[in-house]
């Protein structure tokens, strides 16, 4: 299994921009599909992003889409979300994970086999 360390989380106002990183070790990232999802305190986890193994394809969960940016740069083995307008209800542990065998990227968690450990992203004024 591949590991990932995710970086980049938090204390942010409302209206800012923050860019979480996710670094892969153990194996090559550009085998893997990878998405973010976030948990927020008294919530299940839901999804955010995935993006395909090449970068080009890319999904977005609805109450994300036009304020974050899923990207990857295989060569560096590293996976960014771009945040920005954050609002209070973006408040959340972020996490990244990995997809090693699907075909096409997937909101499903299930689908998804390697997990960081999360960063804190708190957006607060």
């Known amino acids: 299994q591949v590991q990932l360390v995710e970086s980049g989380g938090g204390l942010v106002q409302p209206g800012g921009s923050l860019r979480l990183s996710c670094a892969a070790s153990g194996r090559t990232l550009s085998s893997y599909i990878m998405g973010w999802f976030r948990q927020a305190p008294g919530k299940e986890r839901e999804f955010v992003a995935f993006i395909g193994r090449s970068g080009i394809t890319t999904n977005h969960a609805a109450s994300v889409k036009g304020r974050f940016t899923i990207s990857r740069d295989n060569a560096k083995n590293t996976v960014y979300l771009q945040m920005n307008s954050l609002k209070p209800e973006d408040t959340a542990v972020y996490y990244c994970?990995?997809?090693?065998?699907?075909?096409?990227?997937?909101?499903?968690?299930?689908?998804?086999?390697?997990w960081g450990q999360g960063t804190q992203v708190t957006v607060s004024s």
């Open positions: 994970a990995a997809d090693p065998r699907n075909l096409y990227g997937t909101s499903n968690q299930k689908n998804y086999d390697s």
